[in-house]
């Protein structure tokens, strides 16, 4: 009786290992991170506020935009040709959006460079200017936004935007924009890491 039961054990054992494999191979593949949602050409940052182009500032010239989220945390970032302020065309403040939509509600992230102390969010986020990357990075907590986000709701109508800026309210004029086409789904993995 024993012996039967050793048998019957070893018949069934394959069959259990096989179902767990058939089981793990149907795991979904991993999802692959969104990168730069927003692209732009270089050497367009011409605008003046005027009507008129102007030469191109490399500080106010985006390059690419982004942004992520996790449960806590919204971070935006704008890419730049430079973010060193030198040979600035505008030395009395330097302004960067990433505006979206969540539904109807359109979203403006914003940075703000005056020569007194850079604004993250209007006061109610935290970033920084990476050197190496050529960042402009900003974070705000979810908590802090008009709307509400939540995993797997859609942030549409992507845009970045930089200004010549002199103090609150002030603008001097958009130099450049660039709008993206993709949304972002909302902690969607992303090149970018949520509140660096």
């Known amino acids: 009786m024993r012996t039967r039961s050793l048998i019957a054990v070893a018949a069934i054992a394959p069959l259990l290992a096989g179902a767990g494999t058939a089981h793990a191979a149907k795991k979904p593949p991993p999802k692959k991170p969104t990168c730069k949602l927003v692209q732009d050409a270089t050497a367009d940052g011409t605008g003046t506020g005027l009507g008129v182009d102007g030469p191109n500032d490399p500080n106010f010239d985006i390059t690419y935009a982004d942004l992520a989220t996790n449960t806590k945390t919204l971070t935006a970032v704008i890419g730049l040709a ?4 030198s040979g600035s065309t505008s030395p009395t403040g330097r302004t960067y959006d990433v505006v979206f939509n969540r539904g109807t509600t359109a979203v403006t992230i914003r940075a703000m460079l005056e020569p007194t102390g850079n604004v ?3 006061g109610k986020g935290t970033g920084y200017i990476d050197a190496a990357k050529k ?3 900003i974070n705000v907590p979810l908590s802090a936004l008009a709307v509400v986000i939540k995993p797997g709701d859609k942030l549409t109508d992507l845009k970045a935007a930089t ?5 609150p309210d002030v ?3 958009k130099v450049d924009s660039a709008i993206g086409v993709v949304p972002y789904v909302a902690g969607w993995p992303s090149c ?3 509140g660096l």
């Open 82 to 85: 430079t973010v060193d302020g």
């Open 120 to 122: 993250w969010a209007g």
């Open 135 to 137: 960042e402009i990075r």
């Open 163 to 167: 200004w010549r800026w002199a103090g």
């Open 171 to 173: 603008s001097l004029g």
């Open 192 to 194: 970018v890491k949520v």
